[in-house]
């Protein structure tokens, strides 16, 4: 772990490959869990907003969901997060063919909204847990990514690259240029 302004990273997301890999794993990750991807109060709002217009690209079962629980829900962790169809499928999964994708990305790639998808949804593997001083930057680890983790060793990919755009997202273009020069130093 290393501190990099008001945060503390985990050196995995430096050291460890990971390239996403739809064909092998079906985008399990946005139906396998135990919980709806983790929100931020500001995203829950942007989803109240964006609604209207991602419904269109939702299946009914999504829409059903979310129309009877909202946006965004509680956890059975107290935190902020997607609702969820059958305690399994984001509500905002759609599927193409048997792959699934985000609903809400669809109507980005659309042009329709100008938010891609949550920053969690977008980091992951990266996962950020906000405390009062710092927030923790942690690479997650997880059995239906084996496929990704092994494209990313292939193609050399590191996680920090993998995932730049969200890390700038998310924390900006300086901290990522200083994440840049700190993966730099380790190499050495």
């Known amino acids: 772990m290393f501190q990099l302004g008001k945060t503390i990273v985990s050196e995995d997301i430096l050291s460890k ?16 869990g135990d919980a709806g991807a983790p929100l931020s109060q500001d995203e829950t709002k942007i989803l109240e907003e964006i609604y209207p217009k991602v419904k269109p690209f939702l299946r009914k079962q999504g829409i059903a969901v979310i129309e009877s629980q909202g946006t965004s829900v509680v956890g059975t962790d107290g935190e902020l997060e997607t609702p969820l169809i059958d ?13 699934a994708l985000c609903g809400i990305e669809q109507a980005y790639n659309q042009g329709v909204i100008d938010w891609k998808k949550p920053v969690s949804c977008h980091l992951y593997p990266v996962r950020v ?51 840049e020069k700190v993966a730099e130093g380790m190499k050495k």
């Not at 305690?87 to 792959?99: E, F, H, L, N, S």
């Not at 059995?143 to 995932?163: R, T």
């Open 129 to 179: 847990k906000d405390f009062t001083e710092f927030a923790a930057v942690n690479y997650d680890k997880w059995d239906i990514c084996d496929p990704a983790c092994s494209l990313g060793q292939e193609l050399e990919v590191p996680v920090y690259k993998f995932v730049k755009e969200a890390l700038v997202r998310r924390f900006g273009e300086d901290w990522y240029l200083e994440l």
């Open 87 to 99: 305690d399994q499928d984001c509500a905002y999964v759609i599927y193409d063919g048997k792959t």
């Open 17 to 32: 490959d990971f390239v996403c890999n739809l064909t092998a794993c079906k985008g399990a990750c946005c139906v396998n």
